[in-house]
């Protein structure tokens, strides 16, 4: 049985558990043995973002020693996997381990990509009629490079319709200590995001990652919106999935 | 995490969030200015191709930069424009000021130049008892408010027809009131038609400075930069160092990503070419031409090959037009002559990365002032880099005011962080507590009074995802 490297991320570890074991249980039901090393903790983003590079690159040092083997590490936040993949080989450089963080980060994926790109899994929807907006996380689209992959698994699933946002590549004021360094604007960006999102007509809004979740949440929480907003992970295995 | 040094920009942009109209007019001009934009690149790889092609240009003038300089001296010279150099701004508007009083100049038109707004051109003529005149629609209608430019494209952007009627009506003379666009731009010209007829010298900005030819670039819509740098006997022409190309080839592909990314424009209606003063047999044209080089920081930029990429901005806007930030608060928050996110990583390079670190960390890093820049400047990494910089003072670093940003709270903070998170059992005890207390933690707590202004608490699920596949076991490697 092929085998994969699953990397949880802290804020699906700490808030959206039910995203991470979803995403797991997508990958063995498409008939992958789930490797998920004990562990994990962060994959040092808030630090590197903030120039604390040494702090950053200890705690990356870390992760990617848990993952030797040579096999896909899939991560659900295009967020995260950004960091890994692009980040990490600028923060090791020079350093004496490089290569092996060069190899590692040339093995990371975000989930959705890794479900479409390389497995190419065919969804069946057996949910009822469902209207859902789609938010695409800044770092998703334009670090990572994510090109319409979970647009894609949406679009498999036959009673799911898509409102898109008004301004869907406009970023959700997240930010990581974006949002507590500069309450004030973070808070402007996040309440136009729960606006818009509204707007849609949607009952729920998705997107690949924790950060912009948690965020339009306690946003759309705070104005005592019916949105809420779920994990695409945790939405596609519900829909392919009878209560 | 709040030091004082980041309070300039929060606070000002916080102030700005209340002003609705503001906030109305920035949205509407922005969104206009996005579409218009896109309009221009409906092919996203004719995009990509013009964009590389125009950042392989500015890269290789840069490369060659101190060589071209000396043949953009050696041409425009041939060319019978009189070139000079400044260091600083002060240096600059000293050389300027002896320009006009050696020829008794006592008004200055001015077409639009952001470089002259760096150096505060206006107010130093104006203490020195020279009239600095404005003569860009948008710069005029701040001019006649005493205000500074809140974009680098549409210095006037930030006011309204409404707004802008109002205020002509009361500091023209003789001037009615009306909302009539067309009404109020012919008000605007008769006034300054009379100033550039009466001027004794012009001033101009550069957008690009040909090496080979010893030509000045200049684009404009308005034909005050025609007016500013032909009728008056005397034209000054200021530009920063590096907006220096090598060859008249490289201008078409800059000059065709600059107007479509800045205004959505295929073309702009004025593109002037100068190349020295009348000549013998022609009835029209200053009699003396000259540049001024600035360098105000931008050697020191560009001795850093990552920084570099800073200089080979051409000034468009689209980064500003595109930023969530800058959309909401306006040009004026940053408090810098250049706001937005061009702003945000040049303004802490030449007034010293430890007082402005305030911008560095006003972006949420979602990337699309990079995505559109049409010379692929990384603002994101830049920015990132710069707040290392704030914070770090790396011996073999370049960077004006490197590590004064520095806060003991801070590196404890990033410290502890590390210890944690480094540390798989401590980690495991910190979600433990986090998922055990769940929203025990009181909302005024550090860092979440911040988070909860706009927002509900966030709670932690009673077991993480880590402590889930512990007991699941079997997945472990």
């Known amino acids: ?243 | 995490m709040h030091a004082e040094r980041e309070i300039l920009f929060r606070e000002s942009a916080a102030a700005a969030l209340l002003d609705p109209q503001l906030r109305a007019n920035f949205r509407r001009a922005m969104d206009g200015l996005i579409s218009k934009r896109q309009a221009q690149f409906p092919d996203p790889r004719d995009l990509q191709e013009l964009r590389d092609l125009s950042t392989a240009i500015r890269s290789r003038s840069l490369l060659r930069l101190p060589e071209l300089l000396e043949q953009l001296e050696a041409s425009c010279t041939k060319n019978g424009i009189q070139v000079h150099w400044a260091e600083t701004c002060e240096q600059a508007n000293a050389l300027i000021l002896g320009l006009l009083r050696t020829r008794g100049a006592k008004t200055l038109v001015k077409g639009k130049s952001m470089v002259s707004e760096e150096m505060h051109l206006n107010a130093f003529l104006e203490a020195n008892g020279v009239e600095a005149i404005e003569s860009d629609l948008g710069e005029y209608i701040i001019q006649l408010d005493g205000e500074t430019p809140s974009h680098i494209i549409m210095p006037a952007i930030h006011k309204n027809k409404d707004q802008i009627a109002r205020q002509f009506s009361q500091k023209i003379k003789d001037a009615k009131y009306t909302e009539d666009v067309d009404e109020l731009t012919a008000m605007a010209r008769k006034v300054l038609r009379q100033k550039f007829l009466e001027a004794d010298a012009g001033l101009s900005g550069v957008n690009f400075a040909v090496a080979e030819t010893g030509t000045l670039c200049l684009v404009e819509n308005e034909g005050n930069g025609r007016m500013s740098t032909h009728v008056p006997p005397l034209h000054i022409a200021v530009m920063g160092l590096e907006k220096v190309v090598a060859d008249l080839e490289s201008v078409a592909p800059l000059y065709a990503i600059l107007t479509r990314s800045a205004t959505g424009q295929a073309v702009s209606t004025y593109f002037n070419l100068i190349t020295g003063p009348r000549g013998a047999d022609e009835k029209d044209g200053p009699q003396e031409v000259h540049l001024v080089i600035l360098d105000n920081g931008r050697s020191r930029i560009y001795a850093d090959p990552e920084l570099r990429a800073t200089l080979r901005c051409i000034r468009c806007g689209a980064c500003m037009n595109h930023c969530p930030v800058y959309t909401r608060v306006g040009g004026h928050a940053y408090e810098a002559v250049y706001p937005g996110p061009i702003g945000k990583i040049l303004t802490p390079q030449m007034e010293g990365v430890g007082v402005r670190h305030d911008l560095v960390h006003g972006s949420s890093l979602c990337g699309a002032c990079g995505e559109v820049c049409p010379v692929e400047i990384p603002i994101p990494e830049i920015l990132v880099r710069l707040r290392r910089e704030a914070t770090h003072s790396d011996p073999g670093s370049n960077v004006a005011g490197k590590g004064t940003g520095r806060l003991a709270a801070e590196d404890w903070t990033w410290r502890l962080w590390a210890a944690v998170l480094k540390r798989p059992a401590l980690y495991r005890l910190a979600t433990w507590f986090a998922t055990r207390l769940g929203d025990a933690l009181p909302a005024g707590a550090p860092l979440l009074r911040d988070w909860t202004r706009t927002r509900t608490k966030p709670v932690p699920a009673r077991r993480s995802l880590s402590e889930r596949m512990r007991s699941e076991g079997g997945s472990h490697d």
């Open chain 1, 1 to 243: 049985m092929r085998e994969v490297y699953f990397y949880g991320t802290c804020l699906v570890d700490l808030f959206f558990p039910d995203a991470g074991m979803a995403g797991i249980q997508l990958l063995r039901e498409a008939g992958l043995k789930v490797i998920f090393p004990d562990g994990q903790t962060c994959c040092g983003q808030p630090a590197f973002n903030c120039g604390y590079w040494e702090e950053a690159r200890e705690v990356a040092r870390a992760q990617v020693a848990l993952f030797p083997r040579d096999l896909p590490v899939i991560l659900p936040s295009g967020s995260c996997a950004g960091m890994m993949k692009n980040h990490y080989p600028e923060l090791f450089h020079g350093q004496p381990d490089e290569a092996q963080v060069r190899a590692f980060s040339g093995r990371v994926y975000e989930l959705t990509q890794f479900l479409v790109d390389v497995l190419q899994v065919q969804l069946k929807d057996l949910g009822e009629p469902v209207k859902v907006t789609w938010h695409s996380s800044c770092h998703a689209v334009r670090d990572l490079g994510l090109k319409g992959q979970p647009q894609a698994l949406l679009g498999q699933l036959a009673h799911v319709e898509l409102a898109p946002l008004a301004r869907e590549h406009e970023c959700c004021g997240f930010g990581g200590t974006f949002s507590v360094r500069q309450p004030e604007i973070s808070g402007a960006m996040s309440c136009d995001k729960a606006a818009d999102a509204e707007a849609t007509g949607a009952s729920v809004l998705l997107s690949t990652d924790g950060g912009c979740l948690l965020n339009v949440n306690g946003t759309l929480e705070a104005k005592r919106s019916p949105l809420r907003v779920q994990h695409i992970a945790e939405f596609l295995w519900e829909r392919t999935h009878a209560r």
